[in-house]
C-alpha cells in the first residue's frame, strides 16, 4: 500500500490567514503517461461526512470556492486555504487513487 | 441532488456477520458513469477503503479485509450492501457508503452520513 502522511497534525489560523496543509506519499502517484497525479482533498466538518474538494491533485470540484487551491507532483503536495473562514474548520484528509486507495491520518484546522 | 443513507445495526457481537445496506436516490445506481462503494473510520483513526462494486457488478476489495467482505447490489431497490464476517472490536467504526469516480483509480465524489457500527458482546 501507498502510505500518505500529512503535516502537520493540526494547525490554528487566524480568519482571513492562509492555511497551508502537507500531504507526502511513500511512492510517487504521479502517472507519466498522462501526466496526471491521482491524489485528491477531502474536507470534513464535524458531524458531517467528508467532502471532496479536489482531483487530479490540482482540479476543484465544482461548487468548491476557488480560495482552495492543490498543488504538488509526485510525492508531495499541498492543499492551500488563501483566506481561512469559519466554515473551513474542519478536518483536511489526502488520498491517493493511483493504486488500492489509502488516506493520510488528517489534519485538523482551527481558528487562532 | 445524490443522496446516500447507510442503514443496519449499531451494535454486532464478536465473531458474528455485520450487514449495512446503502439507498441511493435522486440517482440511479445503474449509472454507467459511476462505481459504489464503502469506506470506514474507526475511532481516531484514519478513513479505511472497504470495497467497491462497478457498473457491470465486479467488485473490488481491500486486500487487508477481502477474506471477509462481500458487496452486492440490488439495482431494483436502488441499493448495494456490505457483508464483513467475523468481526472483532478491532471493525468498530464509522461505515460510510460513497460514489466513485472511475478515471484509472477512483476518488469519492458523494458520501452517505455515516453509521457507528459498534462491536462487542
Known amino acids: 500500500d501507498i502510505v500518505m502522511t500529512q503535516s502537520p497534525d493540526s494547525l490554528a489560523v487566524s480568519l482571513g490567514e492562509r492555511a497551508t496543509i502537507n500531504c507526502k506519499s511513500s511512492?510517487?502517484?504521479?502517472?507519466?503517461?498522462?501526466?496526471?497525479?491521482?491524489l485528491a482533498w477531502y474536507r470534513q466538518k464535524p458531524g458531517q461526512p467528508p467532502k471532496l474538494l479536489i482531483y487530479w491533485a490540482s482540479t476543484r470540484e465544482s461548487g468548491v470556492p476557488d480560495r482552495f487551491s492543490g498543488s504538488g507532483s509526485g510525492t508531495d503536495f499541498t492543499l492551500t486555504i488563501s483566506s481561512l473562514q469559519a466554515e473551513d474548520v474542519a478536518v483536511y484528509y489526502c488520498q491517493q487513487y493511483y493504486t488500492t486507495p489509502t488516506f493520510g491520518q488528517g489534519t485538523k484546522v482551527e481558528i487562532k | 441532488q445524490l443522496q446516500l443513507q447507510e442503514s443496519g445495526p449499531g451494535l454486532v457481537k464478536p465473531s458474528e456477520t455485520l450487514s449495512l445496506t446503502c439507498t441511493v436516490s435522486g440517482g440511479s445506481i445503474s449509472s454507467s458513469s459511476y462505481y459504489w462503494g464503502w469506506i470506514r473510520q474507526p475511532p481516531g483513526e484514519r478513513l479505511e477503503w472497504i470495497g467497491s462494486?462497478?457498473?457491470?457488478?465486479?467488485?473490488y476489495y481491500n486486500p487487508s479485509l477481502k477474506s471477509r467482505v462481500t458487496i452486492s447490489v440490488d439495482t431494483s431497490k436502488n441499493q448495494f450492501s456490505l457483508k464483513m464476517s467475523s468481526v472483532t472490536a478491532a471493525d468498530t467504526a464509522v461505515y460510510y457508503c460513497?460514489?466513485?469516480?472511475?478515471?484509472?483509480?477512483?476518488?469519492?465524489?458523494?458520501w452517505g452520513q455515516g453509521t457507528l457500527v459498534t462491536v462487542s458482546s
Open positions: 460513497a460514489r466513485l469516480r472511475w478515471q484509472g483509480g477512483y476518488y469519492f465524489d458523494y
Open positions: 462494486l462497478s457498473r457491470s457488478g465486479s467488485t
Open positions: 511512492r510517487s502517484v504521479l502517472d507519466s503517461s498522462n501526466n496526471k497525479n491521482y
